[in-house]
Each structure stands twice: as structure tokens, then as C-alpha cells.
């Protein structure tokens, strides 16, 4: 105590947690960005359009594009916002989305934090996303920024708890809120994934994701044909890229936890073929396509409809699993559960 | 300094800087948003003392939730903050009161080897693939099942209590009922009309044209 020495195992352990992050966030920039691209193309197929096809070969470049002419552009601050909390609100937004990552796992070592309350800490990062909404909304000092950051605070918190229910599910079946554990629980082929047991849950979990995530058919927040373009609308350049990394990051993050959750990670679905980061790819990008394609089908959900369905239709359905679950549990049958 | 120590003073520091800003700030909005920072380094300190169940369930309940909720209605309200400062000095002795009654509960924790206290010893470091949650899981639904069922019934009766409190049927209320909507019919909403063709004068005109555009 008291006397200034420089520990270099802790400077050790601080440059590799640093470049961990920086090898996780890297790639996830990258699958944000190719993201967009995807879903345009494959929007525009299931259109009978072609998509994005000049810059580049078959428009691979498209996002680069996109990136470089955002960044180019000026950031305007409207005169009445309140400084600040404008230019807090997108950082805001993509913080707990670039967070939550540290504990999501790859395969059962390839993971930058495995913590043991793992699940908890994703459901606590990923229930801060909302304010930067709020935030924007507010400080935009516009009424259809202030109209949709109300609109999807309320959507938000509504779906949370239908979501956290869903994990409770996952959790009693696991026995453990470690992300790892959860995969390993998980082993043994395509019939032993939780997607099985927990069929309702998974159903809720992946509709409140698509509702978390302010994407179609939930997407009321932005709702261009009422308020313009919600909470982002008084945004411009990088700031509004920062909001749309945000919303793609979470789309991932949901879809990888998905995967982790109800189909098993980067457990192979037969046993003769070896576990491996290609399956988790695979499983992700398998739920990511589900998401562009609701957004292609499902034309946008009224306000009051969405209400209903998070409160009183998600919320009961979660209860009852869980309880039937927890005592199915005590039963004979108690292994189907595992 | 130790590495532990520095992480606590930073956080600390944080913690009493949005304590002071929660009451000083001038607006509510700004108030409330440091409420919500006081909360995550309060979060931090937790997770310092290795309650990391309690840390996580902090953000997860108050800042994930709770102050959200909070937010929402102060943006919505005009709060006149010179309005609310009037009473200030009515309430200075009350709150005066209350601020000593704290400082001395803190005397008493912080001074606590003058008065006995350090015969609870400190508590072991745990191994770290200790898990909180489970040992505060075990002990909640076994050693304090009763005390744990009894506050879940009265959060229950509050639950219930607010929800018949402002739960009122209004008459013009233009209230769908979904089944019903889900299952109207083509019949139900819409007729169609078969009329007879109007005669032109001339052109061949196929012979079944009507009912169309009707």
C-alpha cells in the first residue's frame, strides 16, 4: 500500500482482455455491416427486386459505401436540444449492445468473460439499451423524436418481462446461468437441444426479441408513415449510424443467444459430425434470416395489439411453462426437462 | 494503493459526485439521469463486495426498469423546479433531522470496533467459482421460505391494490374484442352485387362483363 510499483502481471492481464475485446468487436462491426447488406438482398429477392448490385462485385462493397458516406456527413445539433444527453443518446444505445457480447461464447473455451451469472448479466446490459432511446427522444427536443422514444420505452419494458420469463424457462432446465454450461446441458444431438422441452418459450423469446430489437412487424418506434422517423429522426451522419449499429448489434446478440439457449450453440445436431464454431455461425445466421424475413412478410403491428400481445398473451403463456416445467421437474418425467 | 482499493475510491467518487447532482441539478430529467448513474456505481461497489446476484439485480431491476419508468413520467411532466424549492426552508429542520439520524448510523457502522463490532470478524473471501446466486437462492426457498412467501403476498395485495385503485370501465371507450375480430368473415363485412351489365350502344363487349366494378 502507499508505495507506487507497477504490477505487470495485472498490465499483462489488462493489454490481453483489451485485445480480446478488440478481436470480438472487430468481426461484430463486420457481421453488422454485412447485415444491412443481407438484408437488403434478401428483401429484394423475396421482391422480385435485385438489391444492392453496383459498388463492388454484386454490391459486397454496398456497406463500406454506406459507412464512408456516413461518416463524411455533417452531425447536426438542433438549436432547443439539450447538448449533451444528444450526443449521450447514441452512445448510449450501442454501449450495453457492445457489452453484453463479453459473455456470449463461441465454443465451450472461446469466450472473453465466462462468468457464472452469465444469463444475468446479459438481461442486465441488455435492459440498459433503452436508454439511449429515451434519451435521444428526449433531447432531440422534437415531438416525433419525444412520440417514439415513448412508444418504444413502453414496447421495451413490456417485452422484457415476457423475455426474462422465457430465460427463467432455459434456466431451470439448465440449472445454471452460465452461457457454457447452458450449451453443455444442451449435448447429445438435435433432439436433446431446449428448443424441444421449452417449445413455447423459444417461440416467445424469439417474437419479444424481434420486438426488443424495434424491428418489423414491431417497429411503431419508427413508424415513418406517423412520426417521420421516431426517436433517431433529428439525427443525422455518424450519429444516426451509431443508433443503426446499435439495432443490428442487438439483432445479433439476440439471435446468438437464441442459438445458446434453444439450439444448442456449437453443439453438432448429430453426434457423428464434430462440435465447432461453424454450427453457432450457422444457428445464428439461420435465426438472423428469420428476423429479415418477418420484416419482409408481416406488415407493421398497431400499438394496442402489441400491448396485448406482450401482456396478455406472452406474459401467461411464460407462467404457465414455467410452472408446468418446475413440476414436470419433480415427476418421473423430470428428464424430458433436461 | 492497492489495485481493489483505487477501483473503490474511483467508483466511490462517482457515487457522491451523482449523489450531490441528484438533488442539486436543475432540471428533473438531468436529476433523474443521475439517479440512474448513482445507481450503476452503487452496482460497481457491489460487485466489489462480491454480491455480484445483488449487483446484477440492482441494474437489472432499478435501472433497467424502475427508473425507466420514472423517466417516462418526468418527461411527460412540467415540473416547476422554483415551485417545488419553495418549502425549502419549512422542511430544513425535518430533513435536518433525518440527515443526522443518518450520519450517526454511519458513525456507528463505520466507528464500529469502538463499540464492539469487530467481533463478527470479516468475512472470507470466497473461491471464485462461488456462486452467490445459488447459495441466496438455496437460503431464500429453504431457512426463510416463510419470511420470502409473506413478502411475495404483500407485493401481491400492492400489485392488486394499485390495479383496482385506478382501474375505472369507461363508457365511450371504443374497446375491440380481438376473438371477435379474428374471426370475422368475408361474409360478415362484405356483399357482393350482381347487376346486370349496362347495354352500350355498340362494340362487341364479351357476354358475362358485369358484376365487375359494382
Same mark, same amino acid.
Given at each position: ?45 423475396? =421482391? ?80 440498459? +439499451? ?61 433432439? =436433446? ?111 394496442? =395489439? ?23 421437474? =419433480? ?8 | ?135 441466496? +437462492? ?77
Amino acid at each position: 500500500m502507499g508505495n507506487l510499483y507497477v504490477d505487470w502481471a495485472a498490465v499483462q492481464a489488462v493489454v490481453w482482455a483489451l485485445l480480446k475485446i478488440v478481436a470480438l468487436v472487430i468481426p461484430l462491426m463486420l457481421g453488422v455491416a454485412y447485415l444491412t447488406y443481407a438484408e437488403r438482398k434478401v428483401i429484394g429477392w423475396m =421482391q422480385v427486386r435485385i438489391g444492392p448490385n453496383r459498388v463492388g462485385f454484386q454490391g459486397l462493397l454496398q456497406p463500406i459505401a454506406d459507412a464512408v458516406k456516413l461518416l463524411m456527413k455533417e452531425i447536426i445539433i438542433p438549436s432547443g436540444a439539450s447538448r449533451g444527453l444528444f450526443i449521450l443518446g447514441p452512445i448510449l444505445a450501442i454501449a450495453p449492445a457492445l457489452a453484453a457480447w463479453a459473455v456470449i461464447p463461441f465454443t465451450d473455451t472461446l469466450v472473453v468473460a465466462n462468468i457464472d451469472a452469465g444469463l444475468l448479466y446479459v438481461m442486465a446490459v441488455t435492459s440498459m +439499451g433503452v436508454y439511449g432511446v429515451i434519451i435521444a427522444g428526449w433531447a432531440s427536443n422534437s415531438k416525433y423524436a419525444f412520440l417514439g422514444a415513448m412508444r418504444s420505452a413502453a414496447q421495451i419494458i413490456s417485452y422484457e418481462i415476457a423475455m426474462g420469463f422465457a430465460l427463467v424457462g432455459v434456466l431451470l432446465a439448465a440449472q445454471s446461468l452460465n452461457l457454457v454450461d447452458i450449451v453443455r446441458a444442451q449435448a447429445g444431438g438435435w433432439q =436433446q437441444w431446449y428448443i424441444w422441452p421449452l417449445l413455447p418459450l423459444f417461440v416467445v423469446y424469439l417474437v419479444a426479441g424481434v420486438a426488443e430489437t424495434n424491428r418489423a412487424p414491431f417497429d411503431v418506434a419508427e413508424g415513418e408513415s406517423e412520426i417521420v422517423a421516431g426517436f433517431h429522426v433529428e439525427y443525422s451522419g455518424m450519429a444516426f449510424a451509431v443508433f443503426f449499429l446499435a439495432e443490428y448489434a442487438n439483432m445479433i446478440l439476440v439471435a446468438a443467444l437464441t442459438t445458446l439457449m434453444f439450439l444448442g450453440g456449437w453443439l453438432s445436431p448429430v453426434n457423428v459430425l464434430p462440435d465447432g464454431i461453424v454450427w453457432w455461425l450457422l444457428k445464428t445466421g439461420f435465426v438472423l434470416f428469420l428476423f429479415l424475413w418477418f420484416r419482409a412478410t408481416f406488415p407493421r403491428y398497431r400499438y394496442d =395489439q402489441i400491448m396485448r400481445l406482450g401482456w396478455k398473451v406472452f406474459i401467461p403463456v411464460t407462467i404457465v411453462w414455467i410452472v408446468l416445467v418446475s413440476g414436470m421437474m =419433480q415427476t418421473q418425467y423430470g428428464h424430458l426437462f433436461h | 494503493m492497492s489495485y481493489t482499493t483505487s477501483i473503490f475510491y474511483f467508483f466511490a467518487a462517482i457515487l457522491v459526485f451523482a449523489g450531490l447532482r441528484v438533488i442539486t441539478a436543475r432540471n428533473p430529467v438531468h436529476a433523474a439521469l443521475f439517479l440512474v448513474l448513482a445507481f450503476f456505481t452503487a452496482a460497481g461497489l457491489w460487485m466489489l463486495l462480491e454480491a455480484e446476484f445483488l449487483a446484477i439485480t440492482l441494474v437489472l431491476v432499478y435501472v433497467g426498469a424502475v427508473m425507466v419508468l420514472f423517466l417516462f413520467v418526468v418527461m411527460m411532466l412540467d415540473i416547476n423546479l422554483d415551485k417545488l424549492r419553495e418549502g425549502f426552508w419549512d422542511y430544513l429542520p425535518l430533513a435536518g433531522f433525518v440527515a443526522v439520524l443518518l450520519m450517526i448510523e454511519m458513525a456507528l457502522i463505520l466507528g464500529g470496533r469502538h463499540f464492539g463490532l469487530d467481533v463478527t470478524g470479516v468475512p472470507a473471501r470466497h473461491a471464485a467459482d462461488y456462486s452467490n446466486t445459488k447459495e441466496l +437462492g438455496r437460503l431464500l426457498y429453504t431457512d426463510y421460505v416463510y419470511a420470502f412467501e409473506l413478502a411475495a403476498v404483500i407485493l401481491l395485495v400492492a400489485i392488486v391494490a394499485a390495479i383496482a385503485l385506478t382501474l375505472r370501465r369507461r363508457k365511450d371507450s371504443k374497446y375491440i374484442d380481438p376473438a371477435e375480430q379474428v374471426r370475422v368473415r368475408r361474409g360478415d363485412r362484405l356483399r357482393i352485387v350482381k347487376m346486370q351489365a349496362e347495354k352500350k350502344g355498340s362494340g362487341p363487349g364479351s357476354p358475362d362483363s358485369g358484376g365487375e366494378g359494382a
